[in-house]
T-cell receptor, first 114, second 113 residues
Framework: NAGVTQTPKFRVLKTGQSMTLLCAQD?????MYWYRQDPGMGLRLIHY???????AKGEVPDGYNVSRLKKQNFLLGLESAAPSQTSVYFC?????????????FGSGTRLTVV | GQQLNQSPQSMFIQEGEDVSMNCTSS?????WLWYKQDPGEGPVLLIA?????ELTSNGRLTAQFGITRKDSFLNISASIPSDVGIYFC?????????????FGKGTKLSVKP
């Protein structure tokens, strides 16, 4: 039982390049989330999904797109990377409903945009 | 957006000392959570609080959900070197989102052996 797995763990991009971060969970969670963490800050929500085929914007969605074609996977895309997107990205998943039962984070993807 | 005010920002303590940190909000939230983050890892849930006034322990950790539902504190007793890390408070945000968390900015804990 791996929990939440993020790939890759590290990546360096040049400004303007694109990439996709993959999140996979094996806990049959309905909800999945993408957060970013910047130095001295807590995590901020980028996008989230409450089920297969549905996504919604969070607090800081600009410059990112997401897709959830399968229940266990949640992809975060950067179409044209900018230095301001240098950050550590965390995926999380949870069961539906109150209390956030089972809310679990992955170990993060450290992205540097030069 | 909503904000959580977490204090202190950092703490340097001696091994064996007790630690206290707190988190406040201008809005009411019905679920408060405390996470710990080790370097290079994602946050790990320490304690979840679901009822105003609730006091919950997890080993040497104790957390309380404020009666006004606008604050919470976390205490660590008899600190040890492995307590080092960043502690975050978080609340469950239902307004306009489903199941996402709002995080405080964290308290960085350093423990001197």
């Amino acid at each position: 039982n791996a929990g939440v797995t993020q790939t890759p763990k590290f990546r360096v991009l040049k400004t303007g390049q694109s990439m996709t971060l993959l999140c996979a969970q094996d806990m049959n969670h309905e909800y999945m989330y993408w957060y970013r963490q910047d130095p001295g800050m807590g995590l901020r929500l980028i996008h989230y999904s409450v089920g297969e085929g549905t996504t919604a914007k969070g607090e800081v969605p600009d410059g990112y797109n997401v897709s959830r074609l399968k229940k266990q996977n949640f992809l975060l895309g950067l179409e044209s990377a900018a230095p301001s997107q240098t950050s550590v990205y965390f995926c999380a998943s949870s069961y539906r409903g109150q209390g956030l039962r089972g809310y679990t984070f992955g170990s993060g993807t450290r992205l540097t945009v030069v | 957006g909503q904000q959580l005010n977490q204090s202190p920002q950092s703490m340097f303590i001696q091994e064996g000392e007790d630690v206290s940190m707190n988190c406040t909000s201008s809005s009411i939230f019905n679920t408060w959570l405390w996470y710990k983050q080790d370097p290079g890892e994602g946050p790990v849930l320490l304690i979840a609080l679901y009822k105003a006034g609730e006091l919950t322990s997890n080993g040497r950790l104790t957390a309380q959900f404020g009666i006004t539902r606008k604050d919470s504190f976390l205490n660590i007793s008899a600190s040890i070197p492995s307590d080092v890390g960043i502690y975050f408070c978080a609340v469950l945000n239902y307004g306009g989102s489903q199941g996402n968390l709002i995080f405080g900015k964290g308290t960085k804990l350093s423990v001197k052996p």
